[in-house]
């Protein structure tokens, strides 16, 4: 018997969060305290995938086990075939009534959510067969959170991934997930917490946040929530909303019910969004770029660059990572105008406003149409 659910599918909960956030210490914690429930865990360490069914409840293996190679890949990309094989085969040869998911401190949790969702176009398996995603939880370590955010000093070279700026590996797990685990609250003062409570809710309002000690949470929190929903996820994420000026979050049944607004408010956290329908310089935005507002923590959007009319560009920045570039081009239909939301701390949005309108093309540049243009082209 691989599942006593009624519909036959194991509830999967994907955890994800940073390097050293404490998501191993949530597993343990999870094993430790099963409440009669069975646990199956896959252990994703940036080598192969361990699916160890030693660690099924009742059991003391340690789930540390296995953990540790930094080079080989991860299950968000390379080693998806090889995920779907052991879960399908864990789930033909064990019985289990939730499967634990720990995600690399580098893995995408997106790809992740899409193959138990949806698969991978390297694999005959289905996950539906066995499986549904449950839960989406991503620790975030808030003894380090400004951190991240603001240098990449200190890592070591392993842990480096150019293509992968750290700042938007944790944005990313910020922004895509059910429930939130703001770890090492013993680390951290209160008020402290509020404050980086105000800038999470800003940049995922759905996400059911809870403040923990060594990942101590309660299993009902994180195992069999029915949280997960894909469309939800992705469509409520922070800048989204505000980019489309939607600024009411709706806390539905999340459990969410304080007043959102006033929290952000009270913590100095706010975003504004950046609407111009003139051109920016080249050479003055990339110059802007570099010389990066330290209170934005998130930024996201597109913009019109003089001498590209027909360029969509894209610009996403998560602390000290900035990427811009063509995303594509604007259609007929469009009415192009740029449109950038900025999130962050103490933000004066007007001064914000004035010094990316100092970045505006004027229109005799536009007309003479000889620019200097460092971003890429592809
Ligand atoms: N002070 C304090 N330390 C914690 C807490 N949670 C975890 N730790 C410690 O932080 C370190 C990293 O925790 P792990 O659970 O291994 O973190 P991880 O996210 O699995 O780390 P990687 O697998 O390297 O990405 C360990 O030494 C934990 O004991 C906490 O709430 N407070």
């Known amino acids: 018997m691989n599942s006593t659910r009624s519909d036959g599918t194991i509830p999967v909960t994907v955890v994800s969060g940073y390097l050293g956030s404490g998501k191993t210490t949530l597993v343990n914690h999870l ?32 789930a540390d086990d296995g953990v540790i190679d930094l080079s080989n890949g991860c299950i968000c990309c390379r080693l998806q075939s090889d995920l779907l094989t052991e879960v399908k085969r864990l789930a033909e040869t ?32 289905d996950p539906t067969d066995y499986y549904r995603l449950d839960t989406t939880v991503s620790v975030v370590d808030a003894y380090g959170f400004w951190k991240e955010f603001d240098v990449e000093e200190g890592l070591p070279d392993r ?20 429930v939130l685990l703001l770890n090492k609250c013993d680390m951290v003062p209160d008020e402290e917490l ?6 999470v809710e800003e940049l995922q309002p759905r ?22 929903d894909f469309e939800r996820a992705q469509r409520e994420v922070g800048w989204k909303q505000q980019l489309a000026g939607d600024h009411g979050h709706d806390h539905g049944d999340d459990g969410n019910d304080h007043d959102h607004r006033s929290t952000a408010e009270r913590h100095g956290v706010a975003s ?18 570099d010389d990066w507002d330290g209170n934005v923590v998130r ?22 990572s900035i990427q811009a570039g063509p995303i594509g081009t604007w259609d007929e239909a469009d009415d192009p105008e740029t449109r950038l939301v900025f999130i962050g701390t103490d933000l004066d949005a007007d001064a914000l406003a004035a010094s990316l309108d100092d970045c505006l093309a004027t229109a005799e540049e536009i007309a003479v149409g000889e620019f200097d243009d460092p971003f890429p082209t592809t």
């Open 31 to 62: 094993l430790n305290d099963p409440q009669g429930h069975e646990i199956a865990v896959v252990v994703n360490d940036m080598g192969e995938v361990n699916i160890d069914a030693e660690l099924i409840a009742d059991s003391d293996a340690d």
């Open 94 to 125: 064990r019985s289990f009534d939730y499967l634990l998911v720990e995600a690399s401190g580098i893995s995408e949790p997106i790809p992740i959510a899409q193959t138990f969702t949806v698969g991978s176009e390297e694999s005959d398996v």
């Open 159 to 178: 842990m480096r991934t150019p293509d992968r700026p750290f700042a938007n590996v944790l944005v990313d797990s910020i922004e895509f997930c059910d």
């Open 194 to 199: 509020d404050r980086i409570e105000a800038i």
């Open 207 to 228: 996400a059911d946040i809870v403040r923990t000690e060594y990942s101590a949470v309660d299993p009902a929190r994180v195992l069999g929530t029915g949280r997960f």
């Open 272 to 289: 504004t969004v950046y609407r111009r329908r003139e051109p920016f310089h080249p050479g003055r935005l990339d110059a802007w770029l």
């Open 299 to 320: 930024a996201k959007g597109f913009f019109r660059l003089a001498g590209r009319p027909d360029a969509v560009m894209g610009l996403s920045q998560a602390g000290p």
